[in-house]
């Protein structure tokens, strides 16, 4: 749960203009950059996105913690590449043959199935980035108010369990340096992780009475609709907003004139023209552009 310095990955409210956005047109920008990720499958598209994501990540100013998440999402890519060379059997490309194997039939690995499986595992990387990024910069709090006219008790127990969890972090922080200042040394192996978690979740169900218990002396079962408070929207949401739909009509305008089409099986197709690279430019753009204007930011 803890990154290098010490930080958690949950928001925190800095000055970046992604910050200063409202958190519905922030949320719209991070869905448009999910959008176009599942939409494109050129492998320089998809890297083109992953260059603009780190570098909204940086314009954000968590960029670091962003690094980290890309460390972590590689923990998950490597493997889907893996089996997927191991589990394919449509390349027609052929680098290894393992033989028979059984059930799984023939062991033939393939070039194609490792291109596919690397472009399966750059989309995953994506999500996650970008899931990091709308969670490090989209105001939660100011996210549930929107849903809180709907549904007043989902957004208030949505927003308890979104405050709750740093604090659950802290505790196993908290309990997991008790456990080394034991004597007779700290423990290890899989007992000391469960005897940590059910220390964690033990707290966790105490809490959760006491916040119960308050919510109900203040009267909140009985709360109504909250009144929509209007505001005017400033250039960081134009602009945020303006880039989310300029990133969706390029993932579009791309998937149907076929500037990143891209096949991989039986054969790899991956035509690369002048379109493509127009494409790539222009993503990187529509992603970047927002950050350029840093004028009314505050903390």
Same mark, same amino acid.
């Given at each position: 749960?803890?990154p290098? /310095?010490g930080m *958690?990955?949950?928001?925190r409210?800095?000055a970046?203009? &992604?910050?200063a956005?409202r +958190?519905? $047109?922030?949320?719209?920008w991070?869905l448009a950059?999910t959008g176009a990720? *599942?939409?494109?499958y050129h492998p320089?598209v998809l ?6 994501v #780190?570098?909204?990540g940086f314009?954000? /100013? =968590?960029?670091?913690? &962003?690094a980290?998440a890309?460390?972590t999402a590689?923990? $998950?890519?490597?493997?889907i !590449? !893996?089996?997927? =060379?191991l589990v ?6 052929v680098?290894a043959?393992?033989?028979?194997l059984g059930?799984?039939g ?7 199935a ?6 399966i @595992? ?5 999500l996650i ?8 910069a989209?105001d939660?709090?100011e996210l549930?108010? !929107?849903?809180?006219? #709907?549904?007043?008790r989902s ?9 709750m *969890?740093? $604090? #659950?972090?802290?505790?196993a922080q ?12 700290p423990?290890? /192996?899989a007992?000391?992780r469960? @005897?940590l978690?059910?220390? =964690?979740?033990?707290?966790?169900? %105490? ?8 919510l109900e ?7 109504t609709?909250a009144p929509?408070?209007t ?8 602009a945020f907003? @303006?880039?989310?739909? +300029?990133i969706?009509?390029?993932a ?7 500037? +990143? ?7 790899v197709h991956?035509p690369t023209?002048a379109d493509?690279? !127009?494409?790539c430019?222009a #993503?990187?753009a529509?992603?970047l &552009?927002?950050?350029? %204007? ?6």
């Open positions: 749960m803890r290098m /310095g *958690l990955f949950f928001y409210r800095i970046s203009p &992604l910050h956005t +958190a519905t $047109v922030g949320a719209a991070a950059l990720t *599942l939409v494109l320089l890297f083109a996105l992953l260059l603009a #780190l570098g909204a314009g954000t /100013g =968590v960029g670091p913690l &962003l980290r890309l460390r590689l923990i $998950v890519a490597i493997p !590449v !893996v089996v997927n =060379v394919s059997r449509d390349g027609l490309t680098f043959r393992l033989g028979d059930p799984f023939q062991g033939d690995l393939t070039v194609e490792v291109l596919y499986g690397a472009v @595992a750059l989309k995953v990387t994506l980035l970008i899931t990091t990024l709308a969670g490090l989209v939660p709090d549930l108010r !929107v849903f809180r006219r #709907l549904s007043f957004a208030l127990t949505a927003s308890l369990a979104t405050r *969890l740093p $604090v #659950l972090a802290a505790d908290r309990l997991g340096e008790a456990q080394r200042t034991r004597s007779g040394g423990p290890s /192996g007992r000391a469960v @005897a978690l059910a220390a =964690v979740v033990g707290g966790s169900l %105490d809490r959760a009475m006491d916040v119960a218990a308050t002396v203040r009267g909140f079962a009985t709360a609709r929509r408070l505001r005017p929207f400033s250039r960081h949401d134009i907003a @303006a880039s989310a739909a +300029a969706t009509a390029l579009v305008v791309g998937r149907l004139a076929g500037a +990143a089409s891209f096949s991989a099986y039986p054969r991956m023209s493509t690279l !127009v494409l430019a #993503l990187i529509a992603v &552009l927002p950050f350029c %204007d840093r004028r009314g930011i505050d903390r």
